[in-house]
Nanobody, 123 residues
C-alpha cells in the first residue's frame, strides 16, 4: 500500500512561483504513474498533470500547460509540481495521487491519494 504526503503549498502573489512535493512510502513507488489534481471551493476535483513511472509520458490540463511542470525522482520516492506564473484561478487544494496503471487524467483511475496542500494566489 502506498501512502502520499503533499507539502510546499502556501500564499503567493499572482505571477509568482511555487513548487509542490509529494513524498511516497513503499518500495513499489517507482512502479506507479503519478498525478496532481486540485479542488477549488464548491467545485469538483480536477486534473492538473500526470507522469508515468519512467517519466517518459507526461500530460497536462490545458489550463496549466506552459506554466506547470511535473517531474519525479524515484530514488527519493518523490513527485514534484513546479508552478510558474501563478494566477488567482490556481487557488485550490492540491492533491497528489498514485495510479497502478498508466498515466491518465481520469480521476477514477487513481488508487491512492494524499490529504492535500493549500495553494492561495493573491491578486
Amino acid at each position: 500500500q502506498v501512502q502520499l504526503v503533499e507539502s510546499g503549498g502556501g500564499l503567493v502573489q499572482a505571477g509568482g512561483s511555487l513548487r509542490l512535493s509529494c513524498a511516497a512510502s513503499g518500495r513499489t513507488f517507482s512502479n506507479y504513474a503519478m498525478g496532481w489534481f486540485r479542488q477549488r471551493p464548491g467545485k469538483e476535483r480536477e486534473f492538473v498533470a500526470a507522469i508515468s513511472w519512467t517519466g517518459g509520458r507526461i500530460f497536462y490540463a490545458d489550463s496549466v500547460k506552459g506554466r506547470f511542470t511535473i517531474s519525479r525522482e524515484n530514488a527519493k520516492n518523490t513527485v514534484y509540481l513546479q508552478m510558474n506564473n501563478l494566477k488567482p484561478e490556481d487557488t485550490a487544494v492540491y492533491y497528489c495521487a498514485a495510479d497502478s496503471g498508466v498515466a491518465t487524467p481520469s480521476i477514477r483511475a487513481y488508487d491512492y491519494w494524499g490529504h492535500g496542500t493549500q495553494v492561495t494566489v493573491s491578486s
